[in-house]
């Protein structure tokens, strides 16, 4: 982590969580029945099966995250920290008191409050996708639920190894 980076460890927290509970929904808004999409061939690894339409579930899944948690990450991340005057900073570390800056040089970046927006988005994106993914699971019963977490398990796993690196690189 860069020293100037003021992306904390509970954002980080956050974000995670919300790519969690977002790719839950999502890949439960995009699970399609099988039977009207006339699947010819499935992949057995394990107790998982995988069919062409699972993987087309897990690659929507994860472009319908993306711009949520795009925002919630950009919000955290360059949103200035608050500025409370000339307030002195007590070194964790080393105990000492750090010097507080002489100058204030202008400052880049998103308000300080953006912070607040980004929490707020981080409780709703995880609370609201909690609820409908426990209403998907009432509704669609046992069999159409394990369909459906073997689809989340291909989603996230893209998620994590496909989409998030080709973020990093764009």
């Excluded at 999409?37 to 995250?65: D, E, R, W």
């Excluded at 608050?82 to 040089?105: F, I, L, M, Y």
């Excluded at 609820?131 to 893209?158: D, I, M, P």
Aim: hydrophobic share 45%.
């Amino acid at each position: 982590m860069p020293e100037d980076s003021t992306f904390t460890r509970s954002q980080r927290l956050g974000c995670c969580l919300s790519l969690l509970f977002m790719s839950m929904v999502s890949s439960a808004m995009w699970l399609r029945d099988e039977i009207k999409t006339q699947v010819v061939q499935a992949v057995n690894l394990g107790p998982f099966s995988f069919t062409l339409n699972g993987v087309y579930t897990g690659i929507m899944a994860s472009l319908t995250c993306l711009p949520v948690i795009g925002a919630i990450v950009l919000l955290f991340q360059y949103s200035r920290p608050s500025n409370k005057g000339d307030r002195r900073v007590r070194d964790v570390e080393t105990g000492d008191s750090a010097e507080a800056p002489t100058q204030q040089e202008p400052t880049k970046g998103l308000p300080h409050w953006c912070k607040y927006v980004a929490w707020v988005l981080v409780v709703l994106s995880a609370l609201g996708s909690a609820v409908f993914t426990v209403l998907y699971s009432l509704y669609w019963g046992k069999e159409k639920s394990e369909r459906w977490l073997s689809g989340y398990f291909l989603a996230f796993w893209a998620d994590i190894f496909v989409m998030q690196p080709g973020k990093v690189a764009v």
